[in-house]
Nanobody, 125 residues
Framework: QLQLVESGGGLVQPGGSLRLSCAAS????????IGWFRQAPGKEREGVSC????????NYADSVKGRFTISRDNAENTVYLQMNSLKPEDTAVYYC??????????????????WGQGTQVTVSS
């Protein structure tokens, strides 16, 4: 049974940092592109970042570029999203998703086959 489980969300003050984790079970991530998405109340799901299977290429939304960093540890079967300089507008449920592919990484939700249950990130003073 393929599962993705996100963790690391929480409440943080503006300017603070969080590191989200996306752990896979039931399959190995080596042959999967991973994306991070977020959805705020009343808004559409947004592709935040993605990373190719070997970590050689990444992609970021303009809204997070320079503040968020995606990385992966295939030995640990985990992908991370380091979020720095957080802003209130980063508040959302964050999801990771997987697509069986090697080299191309996109930020459109329809491209992904497997999804985690999400973790809440709240940025507020």
């Amino acid at each position: 049974q393929l599962q993705l489980v996100e963790s690391g969300g929480g409440l943080v003050q503006p300017g603070g940092s969080l590191r989200l984790s996306c752990a896979a079970s039931g399959f190995t991530l080596n042959n999967y592109v991973i994306g991070w998405f977020r959805q705020a109340p009343g808004k559409e799901r947004e592709g935040v970042s993605c990373i190719t299977s070997n970590g050689g290429s990444t992609n970021y939304a303009d809204s997070v570029k320079g503040r968020f960093t995606i990385s992966r540890d295939n030995a640990e079967n985990t992908v991370y999203l380091q979020m720095n300089s957080l802003k209130p507008e980063d508040t959302a449920v964050y999801y990771c998703a997987a697509r069986r592919a090697l080299y191309y990484c996109g930020r459109q939700a329809y491209e992904y086959d497997y999804w985690g249950q999400g973790t809440q990130v709240t940025v507020s003073s």
